[in-house]
């Protein structure tokens, strides 16, 4: 019976939306701004497949990931795809310049990409993209506070399993092993000792992955390395040194085992912790710049470069001033709202576009929680026309509006919006410059 | 495993424990004390082991953590300086590739052996 209920209203609601909408084909959804950070990278100006891209590891793969695309007297070929961040590339490096990155982290979110691809005919097209990320505090990587949770976390291996630690067992084993062999002078020792010794996973691959063939292998390779040696063993220490041989089988396989829980505990950790802190820290601060440019070359040499377009972003989100910090920050209001402000400029240098140029500059109030939000957005924008007059647009748009999550998949909006050209020629201005909009639909809007 | 040699008659054998390319690790160094410490606390990388005396054929045992908490993996490493009156006496070096999202380590084991320095007058 509820549900019945619930059908008739949402056909209503759906019949409603449809009137409101606007008669020329302008809805309210018109007047809302994208604030979502645009995809500036060489590779989403060219529409270039993300997985044809190379991502250098070290200068040595760069160096060889653009040699192919540059013939020997200089000209460029189509096919190039490459990404950088040469924070990650100098941070490896051992060379000076290497603290010099390390030590200003905001570099490390900065990344270069170069495309190249076939044009329509003959010319090839080259673009390139900059994106820097200096501030990102909603990034749980380089969170303080969760590096050294995680720090502590590492001291748990075993906690509650041993009575003492890895390194602990493994010294008192060794230590035996030792004392087993004091008839050896010190670099004997060491030559038998290694064999007990080396990393878990060194000696499972070393002597087998199960017991009996990991006593039999390391029995062999023990009594080989005493006969190296030329020293000549007694059954009582043939005796021991079997045992100790079955010490080592059983500390190597608790090790083996011990750290392979320990890893899929401290992934499901990092998850577990990395959710919680997105979800406390969602509406942090983050500062982004972007920028990217499109070139044609009709001979596919770097002089013959002419640019198409190039476009410049800047944003930041984060919590309303005043909120970020101190008793502010615990409250309600400030754990639940954001504040989003951008500006875009686009230059269209080519013949294509019958825009000379664009920017706009805005930004967005939301309020709620991830099932109820509230938003209001405004909007202003310039853009200059090409031709003889070099005519100028100048609007602005805003939009105030709420949505509830109904159900799984089903949301319900209700918003209030308009935009009013400040400057352009009239048939612009008979836009309708006021709307109202309701609306269920399967996705979230903000 | 490691041998490392020191001088009977010197002075105090110091470890120099030095992590590069993780921002999360943790150690655990056993010798005659225990030493641990992780980047949370990062109280100091340098620890006594003892007068010589003490150390003769000793075995140390040692486990270095590292912790990737990024969706990149990352290569880390350890170096481990045993060190006698200003001298090196031994270097330790190891490297692990740690995934994303996850743990790697590194280990190792030393016997320490005193000497006797002997002066021909």
Same mark, same amino acid.
């Given at each position: ?446 | ?8 008659? /010197?002075? #105090? =054998?110091?470890? !120099?424990?030095? *992590?590069?390319?993780?921002? %999360? ?6 010798? @005659? +004390? ?15 082991? /003892?007068? #010589? =005396?003490?150390? !003769?054929?000793? *075995?140390?045992?040692?486990? %270095? ?6 969706? @990149? +993996? ?48």
């Amino acid at each position: 019976m509820k549900t019945k209920y619930f059908s008739v209203v949402v056909l209503f609601l759906v019949h409603w939306t449809m009137n409101a909408q606007n008669r020329d084909g302008i809805s309210i959804d018109d007047y809302y701004v994208d604030f979502s950070v645009p995809d500036i990278t060489a590779f989403s100006i060219l529409d270039v497949n993300p997985n044809d891209v190379v991502r250098p590891g070290n200068v040595k793969e760069f160096a060889a990931g653009v040699v192919n695309y540059v013939s020997e007297n200089g000209n460029l070929k189509p096919g190039l795809a490459i990404e950088l961040a040469p924070y990650r590339l100098l941070a490896r490096s051992k060379k000076r310049v290497a603290t010099t990155w390390q030590r200003n982290k905001s570099l490390k979110n900065l990344q270069l990409s170069v495309a190249t691809a076939q044009g329509d005919s003959t010319n090839l097209l080259v673009a390139w993209g900059v994106n820097w990320t200096p501030i990102d505090k909603t990034d749980p990587v380089g969170d303080k506070g969760l590096q050294n949770y995680f720090a502590n976390y590492l001291s748990t291996l075993g906690q509650g399993d041993f009575s003492k630690s890895l390194p602990e067992q493994r010294k008192e084993h060794l230590s035996t092993v030792r004392d087993s062999l004091d008839f050896l002078n010190g670099n004997q020792k060491i030559s038998v000792l290694e064999l007990f010794s080396t990393k878990y996973d060194e000696r499972l691959a070393r002597y087998g992955e199960d017991s009996v063939s990991y006593v039999a292998a390391m029995r062999d390779t023990v009594l080989s390395r005493l006969a190296k040696l030329a020293v000549q063993t007694d059954s009582d220490q043939n005796e021991t040194i079997l045992t100790l041989i079955s010490e080592n089988a059983a500390l190597t396989f608790r090790a083996f085992r011990a750290e392979a829980d320990f890893k899929e505990r401290f992934t499901e950790e990092v998850k577990k912790q990395k959710q919680n802190f997105l979800e406390e820290n969602w509406n942090r601060l983050v500062v982004q710049f972007k920028a990217g440019a499109k070139y044609s070359a009709a001979e596919g040499t770097a002089n013959d470069l002419s640019i198409l377009n190039y476009r410049i972003f800047g944003g930041l989100a984060g919590r309303v001033p005043g909120f970020g910090t101190g008793d502010a920050a615990e409250s309600k209001f400030a754990k639940n709202s954001q504040v989003v402000c951008q500006a875009n400029y686009t230059s269209y240098r080519d013949g294509v576009s019958s825009l000379d140029w664009e920017f706009s500059t805005g930004g967005r109030l939301l309020y709620g929680k991830a099932d109820k939000r509230f938003s209001g957005e405004f909007q202003y924008s310039k853009a200059s026309m090409k031709g003889e007059t070099s005519e100028t647009l100048e609007y602005i748009q805003y939009t105030v509006g709420g949505e509830i999550k109904v159900s799984d998949g089903l949301w319900f909006e209700l918003a209030v919006g308009g935009q009013k050209f400040l400057q352009g020629d009239d048939a612009t201005k008979l836009v309708p410059e006021f709307g109202i909009k309701y609306a269920v639909q399967k996705k979230s809007r903000f | 495993m490691e041998l490392i040699q020191f001088n009977k008659n /010197g002075g #105090p =054998v110091t470890i !120099d424990i030095t *992590i590069n390319g993780a921002n %999360i690790w943790s150690y655990e160094y056993v010798g @005659d +004390s225990t030493f641990k410490n992780n980047s949370a606390t990062s109280n100091g990388s340098t620890h006594i082991l /003892g007068s #010589p =005396v003490n150390l !003769d054929n000793d *075995i140390h045992s040692w486990d %270095i953590r590292f912790g990737n908490i990024s969706e @990149d +993996s990352i290569v880390a490493a350890a170096t481990i300086l045993w060190k006698q009156d200003g001298k090196v006496l031994k270097t330790w070096a190891d490297q692990v590739m740690v995934p994303a999202e996850s743990v790697a380590s590194v280990s190792g084991d030393a016997l320490l052996i005193g000497n006797a320095l002997t002066v021909t007058i």
